[in-house]
T-cell receptor, first 113, second 111 residues
Framework: AQSVSQHNHHVILSEAASLELGCNYSYGGTVNLFWYVQYPGQHLQLLLKYFSGDPLVKGIKGFEAEFIKSKFSFNLRKPSVQWSDTAEYFCAVTTSGTYKYIFGTGTRLKVLA | DVKVTQSSRYLVKRTGEKVFLECVQDMDHENMFWYRQDPGLGLRLIYFSYDVKMKEKGDIPEGYSVSREKKERFSLILESASTNQTSMYLC??????????FGNGTRLTVT
C-alpha cells in the first residue's frame, strides 16, 4: 500500500535558521506530490506541488521542495524561517489515475522569535 | 477562489447519537473527500466520492457512511457516535490529480 513518511514530528528553530523537513513516499509509479501547511486555527493550505518537469519547485512564502525520484523523497526547505512559519506541515502524494491522496503524519514546526 | 464550507465549526454530541457533517463546495469539483485529523496520526481518509452517488471507502471507513446526492454536497454520517470518533473532521474537494481544497474543519466531541 502507498504510504508517506515524515520523520520529523516536532521541529523547533530560531528565527533565521534554515529549515528542511523530510518526506518519503512508497510508490514506484508516477506520482504527484504536495506540501500543505496548517497555521494555528486555520484550514490546510497548499504550499507547493510537483507534477512533472523541474524537480525543484518553488512555493509560496519562500518555500521550495526538491523531488528526488531515486530516493522517493520530496523534502521541503526554506533558507531562513520566520516566527510566522510556526505551523504544522503535511506532505501528500497522489498517483496518476487514482483519486486517493495519501498524507504523512505531519511535522509541527515552532519558530522562536 | 474555491470555497469549501463545512456547516459546523464545533459540535458536541452524545454517545449513540446519529451525527451529520455537511460539506459544500462551489467549484463544480467532481471529487470530494472526508478526512479525520488526529494528533500524531496526520490526515486519514474516511471516504471519498468521485461523482454524484458514487463513493469509495478510504482507510478508516468503519463507523461512518457518506451521501452525495448533489455534486456540490458531500455528507459524512456517524450512524451511532462513539467517544473514539472525537476528532477534527476535514472535507476537501478537487478535480482529479489537482491539489485538494480544504474546508475549515469540524471539531466533533462525543461525550
Amino acid at each position: 500500500a502507498q504510504s508517506v513518511s515524515q520523520h520529523n514530528h516536532h521541529v523547533i528553530l530560531s528565527e533565521a535558521a534554515s529549515l528542511e523537513l523530510g518526506c518519503n513516499y512508497s510508490y514506484g509509479g508516477t506520482v504527484n506530490l504536495f506540501w500543505y501547511v496548517q497555521y494555528p486555527g486555520q484550514h490546510l493550505q497548499l504550499l507547493l506541488k510537483y507534477f512533472s518537469g523541474d524537480p525543484l519547485v518553488k512555493g509560496i512564502k519562500g518555500f521550495e521542495a526538491e523531488f528526488i525520484k531515486s530516493k522517493f523523497s520530496f523534502n521541503l526547505r526554506k533558507p531562513s524561517v520566520q516566527w510566522s512559519d510556526t505551523a504544522e506541515y503535511f506532505c501528500a502524494v497522489t498517483t496518476s489515475g487514482t483519486y486517493k491522496y495519501i498524507f504523512g503524519t505531519g511535522t509541527r514546526l515552532k519558530v522562536l522569535a | 477562489d474555491v470555497k469549501v464550507t463545512q456547516s459546523s465549526r464545533y459540535l458536541v454530541k452524545r454517545t449513540g447519537e446519529k451525527v451529520f457533517l455537511e460539506c459544500v463546495q462551489d467549484m463544480d469539483h467532481e471529487n470530494m473527500f472526508w478526512y479525520r485529523q488526529d494528533p500524531g496520526l496526520g490526515l486519514r481518509l474516511i471516504y471519498f466520492s468521485y461523482d454524484v452517488k458514487m463513493k469509495e471507502k478510504g482507510d478508516i471507513p468503519e463507523g461512518y457512511s457518506v451521501s452525495r446526492e448533489k455534486k456540490e454536497r458531500f455528507s459524512l454520517i456517524l450512524e451511532s457516535a462513539s467517544t473514539n470518533q472525537t476528532s477534527m473532521y476535514l472535507c476537501a474537494s478537487t478535480s482529479t490529480n489537482l491539489p485538494l481544497h480544504f474546508g475549515n474543519g469540524t471539531r466533533l466531541t462525543v461525550t
